[in-house]
């Protein structure tokens, strides 16, 4: 298995700490909004990672955190906590807001066929790591105080600090940066621990030796929990390139102070963002869609999994409605050829166990190698899936083959290809189920948001506002939905792809 290690910027081979057993810890998600498609790329490409390691045969220990508490709105230590933000956003309590985003989370990764964490850890459930490393910290030298406002690790005490990015430590200990925390003795040292600040009043707090009232700050969290779990050098950390300069700048640094170890990490993987018009979607710039977005339009999650493939990693990816109906298309080609080869198997009297096991025509393995090689490649699913396209359309091998390589690239793929008929019924069902007809009839089963675009339609016409109708109408097909006018009214078709 090849991958690219950031702090070398090489692609290495990869070679455990332990043989045969790989520590592997996701930064997770921040549970104070939903969970949108740009989470959804990073950690279906952590999942092909982990299930790629796991079929190269090591033993893989997956861990991954729940940001539930100290991540602010700015990596500057500024502004409010996100998890009041959303508290305040949904008029809810931290606690409710952190369940429902969580549950939400872990919803979205199941429809997208990710697997589970072997474990995954809340960091309000591990304040008292977190405390004691900042202890430690403090022992060692690297912390100091500032009044009515934190802990804060000195990243001049720390001489590697800033590597792995390739920062320009001397400016930004000079206060190149501009300077947001006053007392700051360099504007890259960071908050260890934060404490609440007059009339603030927030809802998670916690003692602590320097203060009544206050929290762990953001990095510190996932330092606390990964070596926990994972010992005090583990094998690999995986987030979003935007972690790079700060966050994982930071966990290294205040991991390697504590143990006096390095590195801290073997290898660094980092995934690039999905864009949407051309800008990072994300939680904060509010223009993000989400599962549920994906499949009210009639999409399956697995034809999203599979547009994923046809990205690196490491690459940015702009997200497209367009791009998902074809993918939509090719995922039902794909599934009705594996329903045709499964009986077509059946037919010569196999069983479906045998399917997957008979394998052994020459050509046949070549494919299968170029898929798996492909992927320990540094994760080049692009590559990947063209070797899919190449089996599914392959007029010299038998169907027996085809149907087992198939099976055995959705061991990483997880496209729901062993359930092809019941996924295939699925969406069938929903594009007879879903046509809405007449929608004075029918319209509490539209979305409010859509309701409301016909309403305003229908006013529109009222007033002879044939401009106005006619950019609404545009506007329901944006969102998946067809008008008809009739003598009876507005009639609404979803569409689908
Ligand atoms: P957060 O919940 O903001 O802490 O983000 C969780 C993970 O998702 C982090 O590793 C982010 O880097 C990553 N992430 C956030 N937005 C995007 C995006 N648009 N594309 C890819 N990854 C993202
Ligand atoms: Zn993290």
Known sequence: MKLYNTPTKKIEEFIPIDDGKVGLYACGFTVYDFTHLGHLRKYTMDDVLIRTLKHEGYDVNFIQNITDVGHLASDED??????????????????????????????????????????????????????????????????????????????????EYGKMAGLDLKRQQEGARVEKVVGKRNSSDFALWKFEREGENRAMIWESPWSKRSFPGWHVECSAMSMKYLGEQFDIHTG?????????????????????????????????????????????????????????????????????????????????????VGMQKSYERLLKIVVDLKKNVLESEKTDEKLVADFDGNLATKFKDKFFTALSENLNTAQALAVLWEVM??????????????????????????????????????????????????????????????????????????????????LLLKKGYKVLDSSEGQKLEKLHF
Do not use: C
């Open 393 to 474: 359309k392959s007029d010299e091998l038998s169907n027996s083959e085809k149907l087992s390589l198939l099976l055995a690239f959705d061991e990483v793929f997880q496209l729901d290809l062993k359930q092809a008929e019941q996924v295939l019924e699925k969406i069938k069902f929903n594009k007879l189920g879903d046509t809405t007809g007449n929608f004075s009839g029918e319209m509490n089963d539209l979305p409010e948001e859509i309701q409301q675009i016909l309403l305003d339609r229908e006013t529109a016409r009222k007033n002879n506002d044939w401009g106005q109708s006619d950019a609404l109408r545009d």
């Open 78 to 159: 500024t502004g409010e906590d996100k998890l009041e933000k959303g508290a305040k956003k949904y008029g809810k309590s931290v606690w409710d807001v952190a369940k429902e985003f969580e549950d939400y989370f872990f919803r979205s990764m199941d429809l997208m066929g990710n697997l589970r964490p072997d474990k995954s850890t809340r960091a309000t459930e591990h304040i008292e790591e977190q405390l004691n490393l900042v202890k430690t910290l403090k022992e060692k030298g690297y912390t100091y105080v500032i009044d009515g406002d934190g802990v804060y690790f000195d990243t001049s005490k720390f001489p």
């Open 240 to 324: 979003g390139i935007d972690h790079i300069p700060v966050h994982h700048t930071n966990e290294i640094a205040q991991s390697e102070a504590a143990t006096g170890k390095s590195p801290f990490v073997k290898y660094w993987v980092h995934h690039n963002f999905l864009k949407v018009d051309g800008t990072k979607m994300s939680k904060s710039l509010g223009n993000f869609y989400t599962i549920d977005d994906v499949m009210e339009r009639g999409f399956s999650p697995r034809a999203l999994r599979l547009l994923f493939m046809t990205a690196h990693y490491q690459s940015e990816m702009n997200f497209t409605w367009e791009n998902l």
